[in-house]
């Protein structure tokens, strides 16, 4: 499954992981992406489309889902 959001382009990203004694190490921040059968709200067209989308993106009423 891809990881990145079909509407913001929103990808994992890279960070910090710092211990009590400021140790720091590597670690992956993956976005919260869902598969999700959408069409576009502000777009006047009604194609069907099937990526995913980050909850976000879902929450802001940028997608309009199709149960």
Known sequence: MSR???VCDKKPAVANMVS????????WV???VHKVRFTLANSGSSKV???????????AGKIKKIV
């Open 4 to 6: 990145i959001c079909f």
């Open 20 to 27: 009590h004694a400021k140790n720091r190490t590597k670690k």
């Open 30 to 32: 993956y976005p919260n």
């Open 49 to 59: 489309h099937h990526e995913s989308v980050c909850a976000k993106c879902l929450k």
